[in-house]
């Protein structure tokens, strides 16, 4: 957002460490990418530095015994198990439009920043919780935020092995975990 970080964007390619070791290697940190993503990184390597400070909210999920789990930080319900079917971008989209789970039918794909407030960065391969979101697939899963630059045809998913965000072509099939 240019009118809170007017700085950020006048990089031509910039990336910002995070201080989140990466859960499979020690000598890996997390970091945000010019796309609007997420990456693993070897720590050596120098980046930009946006200081926060502590907020005293943690995210705190909830199994509601109806096959969803809600977070009550975001106030967001997901379906806690996908159906174990890859869909291209389209059909996911789709998928959790015409998706009636616990009596509710305002199922809808997640936009990224979403997505990743159910990835665990202590875990990976899933990179989540699975006593919450058991039988997780071991793969990407789509958001419904499209890429700015090939709008349409390129989209947004997270990388579960690692909880990685990623860019793919809308026709690649990945899997759906549903929100409302």
């Known amino acids: 957002n240019q ?7 006048s990089k031509t390619f910039w990336q910002y460490w995070s201080a989140t070791t990466y859960a499979g290697s020690a ?21 930009y530095v946006r200081c926060v400070r502590e907020n005293s909210e943690t995210s705190l999920f909830v199994d509601n015994q109806n096959e969803t789990v809600t977070d009550t930080t975001t106030n967001l319900t997901w379906q806690q198990e996908d159906d174990n079917v890859p869909k291209s971008w ?3 989209i789709s998928y959790c439009e015409n998706l009636t789970l616990d009596n509710q039918s305002d199922w809808r794909l997640p936009n990224i ?25 071991n793969f990407a899963y ?10 349409g045809t390129v989209a947004f ?12 072509p809308s026709h690649y099939e990945y899997y759906v975990r549903c929100v409302r």
């Not at 009118?3 to 964007?9: E, I, R, V, W």
């Not at 000598?27 to 980046?47: D, P, R």
């Open 3 to 9: 009118t809170f970080f007017p700085q950020t964007g």
């Open 27 to 47: 000598s890996e940190a997390w970091q945000t990418t010019s796309e609007g993503g997420s990456q693993k990184t070897s720590k050596v390597g120098a980046y």
């Open 90 to 92: 389209e059909n996911a």
């Open 113 to 137: 920043k979403e997505l990743e407030t159910i990835t665990d960065d202590t875990q990976s391969g899933p990179a989540v919780n699975l006593t919450l979101f058991p039988n997780t697939d």
């Open 142 to 151: 789509w958001s419904s935020t499209a890429h700015s630059t090939y709008t």
């Open 157 to 168: 998913a997270t990388n579960m092995p690692f909880g990685l965000d990623v860019s793919a």
